[in-house]
């Protein structure tokens, strides 16, 4: 237990001073719209849409970010803080199943892996929906790995695979572990989505109708090299986000992943990373890295199992680790300290309250001129401030600018990555 909570400490710092320099765009700006309508009583069935096949998720985690937001008072950083604390929760858990389920060096050496690397989850890359996926992950081997009650088992895993519904469309990859939890397990599923449900009974079966044709695009092609290179593909994407190591060091975990995939005796990490695999390679198109993030526990466990058997095989092979994890976490560090927060959830803050501070006329005009791929989280950040900017333009007229020199226009004033020029 003391190692469990020394991981822990690491990754609360790890996670938490990730905050300050945390981005609030598309993904997390969605989300906290979504949360703030709930508390204004604009209630829904769905959640957030998905980015294949028109489809939407469950709700239920908007209405638990809802809280928190009432909570802290619409503070925007309030989804990172909860990322956070999913993340760090995660490491001493991936801990404690590899222990429980494999041994003391494969729970120290998998908890290695994910609290090093950059990208497990990276809070710039990952949308903010998806950090409490791993952690369920965890809970979900265990529940197939041990042995506790039988009803508890099967409502257990109905209920865990409802809850990944509600915060990913790739959820539906565990569906088939519904088959070793019979009808416990299907009721408890379906009370978790529910919402979604009663929402395509009123309109048209629009979820099912869409998730079926998201199916059907499965690619027509049949060569064995087009799956084969489709399972290659899969493998190096998920690989990449799990781990973000550097050539040399993809090169030993590839080793050891390959090894203790061969070598472990329990089944359940490599079915639930096999499951991941197949629609991988069933699905015709381009799916994003992320989709794979339920493949991510599994497949740190299953490199863990490798490591701890090359560790037992000698001096040399001790070192070889030794040196592997070193150059991990020079690599994820240098990742992680060259990492811009020119465009940060602060940056656009300190733009909006230098503008309202500035502002002394009753009627102002707040213009956001800025590249498309900049102008995000802003239409939640100035009611958060409290800019009351009027629906047509007047004077005084404050221009928010991004990049600070965008069309070559020089800001009075600059915050990173965003320019403000002032009224003339």
Not at 105 to 129: C, E, K, T
Not at 305 to 320: H, P, Q, S, V, Y
Not at 393 to 419: E, H, M, N, R
Request: with cysteine; charged share 10%.
């Amino acid at each position: 237990m003391k190692l469990a909570l020394f991981f822990l400490l690491i990754a609360v710092v790890k996670n938490f001073a990730q905050i300050p320099a945390s981005l609030f765009e598309s993904d997390q700006e969605t989300l906290t719209i979504a949360a703030k309508n709930i508390l204004e009583g604009h209630f829904s069935l769905i959640g957030a849409p998905t980015s294949v096949g028109g489809m939407f998720i469950a709700p239920f985690y908007n209405y638990f970010v809802a809280f928190w937001l009432w909570l802290f008072r619409g503070n925007p950083y309030i989804v990172a803080i909860l990322g956070a604390v999913w993340l760090s929760l995660t490491v001493p858990a991936i801990y404690l199943l590899g222990k429980k389920i494999y041994s003391e060096f494969v729970g120290i050496f998998a908890a290695i892996i994910s609290l090093l690397s950059i990208n497990f989850v990276n809070f710039d890359q990952v949308p903010p929906l998806l950090f409490p996926l791993p952690l369920l992950i965890v809970i979900l081997i265990y529940v197939l790995e041990t042995k506790p009650a039988v009803k508890f088992k099967k409502v257990g895993l109905g209920a865990i695979i409802g809850l990944t519904l509600n915060l990913h469309f790739s959820g539906v990859f565990l569906i088939p572990i519904l088959l070793v939890s019979g009808i416990w397990g299907s009721l408890s599923l379906l009370v978790l989505v529910s919402p979604l449900i009663l929402f395509d009974l009123r309109h048209q079966w629009w979820n099912v109708t869409h998730a079926l044709e998201f199916l059907s695009k499965s690619s027509t092609a049949t060569s064995l090299w087009f799956r084969l290179d489709t399972f290659l593909v899969s493998f190096a994407v998920i690989f990449e986000a799990a781990t973000g190591a550097g050539m040399l060091v993809k090169f030993a975990m590839g080793a050891a992943i390959v090894w203790g995939f061969l070598y472990t005796n329990r089944n359940w990490p490599k079915i639930i990373l096999g499951l991941t695999f197949i629609f991988f390679m069933t699905y015709g198109g381009n799916l994003i890295p992320y989709y794979g993030i339920l493949a991510w526990v599994p497949f740190i466990l299953i490199a863990g199992c490798g490591l701890e058997r090359i560790w037992k095989r000698g001096n040399i092979f001790k070192m070889a680790v030794i040196f592997s994890v070193i150059f991990f976490l020079i690599m994820n560090f240098k990742a992680f300290s060259a990492r811009s927060t020119s465009r940060s959830l602060a940056k656009k803050i300190a733009a909006l309250e230098f503008i309202k501070n500035h502002s002394v006329a009753k009627e102002m005009y707040l213009s956001i001129n800025m590249d498309p791929a900049a102008n995000f989280g802003f239409t939640y950040l100035t009611g958060y401030v409290g800019i009351k900017s009027t629906p047509l333009p007047v004077d005084p007229t404050y221009t928010l600018l991004a990049p600070y020199d965008w069309l070559k226009v020089k800001p009075d004033k600059s915050f990173g990555d965003f320019g403000v020029l002032l009224p003339r």
